[in-house]
């Protein structure tokens, strides 16, 4: 059930921490601007600041990421920004938050902060009473498998409803990934051939050129499976894969992203290949032996009318040939070359969404060749859609949990259904493979493609 009470205080937990510095700030500085932020916003961490330090170090931030800055807006954001030190397990924290917060009726407490302390966070916030008509906002990872995110799940719901829980994945946020709901939905042309008919099949992609830049540490406690597939990129599959919601009822939207989780068959160790580039096992806090993988590429299948036997191919890793992160959707070929001999065979269209290096959507056609000969060639209709200046995703979801709004966040049984599709892989799938910074990743896993089919994008 959605809440429709807006908020009247955001208790940021972990305000000194990275996130804070290269996001947070942007999204509390444009909330204030746009008139949604007139509360205070307490921030909490363990470093021993006071609240003038805390404004420095907002307009820092904010001046580190490249924002111009009015002073104007700053000024109201500053007057409502106010810090509390403290220690996460110490009791007395939560005492100084409560008398912060004092008349509050609707706080919303953001967890910017490592897992391993959600607990205690939780059981903070409850023992003051601030989870009362209180919602809390949970950063990723939500565990590290499925028994670790029940753990969670138990810990958090022993004080917050289900419905007062917000998991932030900013992927759902971004622009470009809602105007794909938008086009899907909108445009009635696309429902006719959106299904297995004529749909060849899904290549998702999220490839960056550069390596762990200094996290080796957290990379090789994590992995690529645990940190853009489970979360990012299934839910972008879900995005695509979905049926139309009944009604414009934030869950009715959650439980059709849902139901298309549930349709992924498991996959097996013989669905994914993963690989590791060169040179990972010599940054700075990686293990000598280090099998964590900085690139996975899985085959799954949707056992679903729409989709059964339609290929979802994702793909994700570092140090590859470029930074793009894109899901293309190729149409079937036509039956028969219609003008011309069987090699001129017409290519497929293709459908792509794109959210790095640019936002925009792309539609790949065949034309004429010009000359004398009734042959072929693809041309592209590009869209490029314009991104709010200066907005992020962190700004439109931080806006959605005051508001109370939680279509477009992660909910309990979808989290679940997550990590079991990705579960057997971290505990069966095969060693990684070895591959060169700079290339598109290992080329074993050209072979979940099968033989007729190909890396869109390469």
């Given at each position: 059930?959605?809440?429709?009470?807006?908020?009247?205080?955001?208790?940021?937990?972990?305000?000194?921490?990275?996130?804070?510095?290269?996001?947070?700030?942007?999204?509390?500085?444009?909330?204030?601007?746009?008139?949604?932020?007139?509360?205070?916003?307490?921030?909490?961490?363990?470093?021993?600041?006071?609240?003038?330090?805390?404004?420095?170090?907002?307009?820092?931030?904010?001046?580190?990421?490249?924002?111009?800055?009015?002073?104007?807006?700053?000024?109201?954001?500053?007057?409502?920004?106010?810090?509390?030190?403290?220690?996460?397990?110490?009791?007395?924290?939560?005492?100084?938050?409560?008398?912060?917060?004092?008349?509050?009726?609707?706080?919303?407490?953001?967890?910017?902060?490592?897992?391993?302390?959600?607990?205690?966070?939780?059981?903070?916030?409850?023992?003051?009473?601030?989870?009362?008509?209180?919602?809390?906002?949970?950063?990723?990872?939500?565990?590290?498998?499925?028994?670790?995110?029940?753990?969670?799940?138990?810990?958090?719901?022993?004080?917050?409803?289900?419905?007062?829980?917000?998991?932030?994945?900013?992927?759902?946020?971004?622009?470009?990934?809602?105007?794909?709901?938008?086009?899907?939905?909108?445009?009635?042309?696309?429902?006719?051939?959106?299904?297995?008919?004529?749909?060849?099949?899904v290549q998702i992609t999220m490839a960056e050129d550069f390596g762990?830049?200094?996290?080796?540490?957290?990379?090789?406690?994590?992995?690529?499976?645990?940190?853009?597939?489970?979360?990012?990129?299934?839910?972008?599959?879900?995005?695509?894969?979905?049926?139309?919601?009944?009604?414009?009822?934030?869950?009715?939207?959650?439980?059709?992203?849902?139901?298309?989780?549930?349709?992924?068959?498991?996959?097996?160790?013989?669905?994914?290949?993963?690989?590791?580039?060169?040179?990972?096992?010599?940054?700075?806090?990686?293990?000598?032996?280090?099998?964590?993988?900085?690139?996975?590429?899985?085959?799954?299948?949707?056992?679903?009318?729409?989709?059964?036997?339609?290929?979802?191919?994702?793909?994700?890793?570092?140090?590859?040939?470029?930074?793009?992160?894109?899901?293309?959707?190729?149409?079937?070929?036509?039956?028969?070359?219609?003008?011309?001999?069987?090699?001129?065979?017409?290519?497929?269209?293709?459908?792509?969404?794109?959210?790095?290096?640019?936002?925009?959507?792309?539609?790949?056609?065949?034309?004429?060749?010009?000359?004398?000969?009734?042959?072929?060639?693809?041309?592209?209709?590009?869209?490029?859609?314009?991104?709010?200046?200066?907005?992020?995703?962190?700004?439109?979801?931080?806006?959605?949990?005051?508001?109370?709004?939680?279509?477009?966040?992660?909910?309990?049984?979808?989290?679940?259904?997550?990590?079991?599709?990705?579960?057997?892989?971290?505990?069966?799938?095969?060693?990684?493979?070895?591959?060169?910074?700079?290339?598109?990743?290992?080329?074993?896993?050209?072979?979940?493609?099968?033989?007729?089919?190909?890396?869109?994008?390469?």
């Amino acid at each position: 059930m959605t809440e429709t009470n807006y908020a009247d205080a955001l208790i940021l937990f972990g305000i000194t921490g990275d996130l804070a510095r290269r996001k947070l700030f942007s999204a509390l500085y444009d909330l204030t601007a746009a008139g949604h932020l007139d509360m205070p916003v307490i921030g909490v961490a363990s470093r021993a600041w006071d609240d003038e330090t805390l404004r420095r170090h907002a307009r820092e931030s904010l001046e580190a990421v490249g924002r111009a800055i009015d002073d104007e807006v700053f000024a109201r954001l500053a007057v409502n920004l106010c810090y509390v030190s403290g220690n996460y397990r110490d009791p007395a924290t939560y005492t100084e938050i409560a008398k912060r917060a004092h008349s509050s009726t609707c706080a919303v407490s953001y967890l910017a902060i490592p897992p391993d302390l959600f607990n205690d966070v939780v059981e903070g916030l409850g023992s003051v009473g601030l989870n009362h008509r209180g919602r809390l906002v949970l950063e990723k990872p939500f565990g590290r498998d499925a028994q670790t995110a029940a753990e969670l799940n138990d810990i958090v719901h022993h004080h917050f409803p289900e419905g007062r829980v917000y998991r932030i994945d900013h992927f759902l946020g971004k622009e470009a990934v809602q105007n794909l709901m938008i086009f899907r939905f909108s445009n009635t042309v696309l429902e006719p051939i959106w299904n297995r008919h004529y749909v060849r099949g899904v290549q998702i992609t999220m490839a960056e050129d550069f390596g762990v830049e200094g996290r080796g540490s957290f990379y090789d406690k994590v992995g690529t499976l645990r940190d853009v597939v489970q979360n990012h990129l299934l839910q972008v599959l879900a995005l695509l894969a979905m049926e139309p919601p009944v009604s414009e009822d934030p869950d009715a939207l959650r439980d059709e992203r849902v139901k298309a989780l549930k349709a992924i068959v498991t996959p097996t160790r013989d669905d994914v290949v993963r690989g590791q580039y060169a040179g990972f096992r010599e940054e700075a806090g990686v293990v000598a032996d280090s099998d964590t993988e900085t690139y996975t590429a899985v085959r799954l299948e949707l056992n679903s009318w729409r989709w059964a036997g339609v290929p979802w191919i994702i793909r994700a890793g570092k140090g590859l040939t470029s930074t793009v992160t894109e899901a293309v959707v190729e149409f079937a070929r036509p039956p028969r070359p219609l003008f011309a001999d069987a090699d001129c065979r017409p290519g497929p269209n293709r459908l792509t969404f794109r959210t790095k290096p640019d936002d925009g959507i792309s539609f790949s056609m065949q034309i004429k060749k010009p000359g004398p000969s009734m042959v072929s060639r693809p041309i592209e209709l590009h869209l490029e859609h314009d991104r709010p200046r200066g907005r992020d995703a962190y700004d439109r979801l931080i806006g959605d949990a005051l508001r109370g709004d939680p279509a477009l966040f992660a909910r309990q049984d979808g989290v679940m259904e997550a990590w079991r599709v990705v579960e057997q892989l971290l505990s069966e799938g095969r060693p990684v493979v070895p591959y060169q910074q700079g290339s598109w990743g290992p080329t074993e896993a050209d072979a979940l493609l099968g033989s007729d089919w190909h890396w869109i994008t390469k």
